[in-house]
């Protein structure tokens, strides 16, 4: 069964010239008096990954919450697939950060999946054999095939994530956000994760943002890291921001970043999240798509 996506990205050259997917233009989001970004200028083209990166608290999830249209920018402006954000865009898969299964959830796999359809153009006003034939083509697309049957709560760390991809892509969207997509996995399920993210970015020209703590397994993929600190950023290649000078003018004290093959750690970066007083601000209080 094969699945009709987007074309292939040819190469690099291509990508450098396709209209942004995602673009953001001196945008700041704030949650009362607390800023959390500002001035962010981004363009994410289609097939480009990019990492963003940051501690506890600098508005990693908020920043994909704005492009899912659940929370307003404060100042700038956001186009995605050319238009506002809006939620529930067909544009958008969202693999978003891990909950814990019920044990007792009935959910099985394919029934995961094809909630990636719902209110979506492949759901609305098609037969059920064709969505299911798509949420079957969506299962082989991350090997998840054998367990499509199987109640999501009896899965492992590692094949739930698969699921989840699966129900990300199923609706063919030409921007991927990953939210912590490697938390609490195994070295082989996080290359798992990253070689699914990458095939698909690379086959199908889909656009990523992926948020992530843990940089290694997913630095060889990396076009470009967006890292958020303290109320500041700095956008570029890895080389360019994954460096002691970069790191420690952006927070703004010494870092170290110690680079060995291909693993990069960063050493002295301030675990320290400055709170203000800050009213929550709810634009929504739904889990997007
Ligand atoms: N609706 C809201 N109203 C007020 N403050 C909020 C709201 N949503 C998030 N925040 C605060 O904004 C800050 C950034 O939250 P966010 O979840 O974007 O951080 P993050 O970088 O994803 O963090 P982590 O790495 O811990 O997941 C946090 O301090 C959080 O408490």
Redesign the pocket.
């Known amino acids: 069964m094969s699945v009709a996506m987007a074309r292939p990205v040819a190469d690099r050259e291509e990508v450098a010239v396709a209209d942004p997917v995602l673009e953001l233009r001196d945008a700041s989001?704030s949650?009362?008096s607390?800023t959390?970004w500002s001035g962010l200028d981004l363009q994410v083209r289609p097939g480009e990954l990019v990492a963003?990166l940051?501690?506890?608290?600098?508005?990693?999830?908020?920043?994909?919450?704005a492009v899912l249209g659940l929370?307003q920018l404060s100042a700038g402006t956001m186009q995605v697939a050319g238009h506002a954000p809006r939620r529930g865009d067909a544009s958008i898969g969202y693999v978003p950060?891990q909950r814990r299964i019920d044990s007792h959830t009935p959910l099985r796999v394919r029934d995961l999946v094809r909630q990636g359809l719902d209110g979506h153009r492949w759901g609305i006003g098609r037969p059920g054999r064709v969505r299911w034939d798509r949420v079957d083509a969506a299962l082989a697309q991350v090997g998840a095939s054998a367990y499509a049957d199987m109640p999501l709560s009896l899965l492992s760390g590692g094949e739930q994530q698969r699921a989840r991809v699966a129900q990300a892509l199923v609706g063919d969207p030409s921007l991927l956000l990953c939210?912590?997509p490697l938390l609490s996995l195994d070295q082989s399920s996080q290359r798992t994760v990253t070689e699914l993210v990458d095939r698909r970015r690379r086959e199908h020209g889909t656009a990523v943002l992926f948020?992530t703590?843990e940089i290694n397994p997913v630095l060889p993929y990396v076009d470009r890291v967006l890292y958020?600190a303290g109320g500041r950023f700095r956008i570029g290649t890895v080389d360019e921001v994954l460096n002691s000078e970069a790191l420690s003018a952006l927070y703004g004290t010494r870092v170290e970043v110690l680079r060995h093959g291909d693993q990069v750690l960063v050493a002295g970066a301030p675990h320290h999240?400055e709170?203000h007083a800050?009213?929550?601000?709810?634009?929504d209080e739904d889990v997007a798509r």
């Not at 940051?54 to 919450?65: A, D, I, M, Q, V």
């Not at 800050?278 to 634009?283: D, M, T, W, Y």
């Open positions: 989001l949650y009362g607390r959390l963003v940051g501690g506890n608290g600098t508005g990693k999830t908020s920043l994909l919450r929370q950060q939210d912590e948020v703590h958020l999240v709170h800050a009213p929550c601000v709810h634009e």
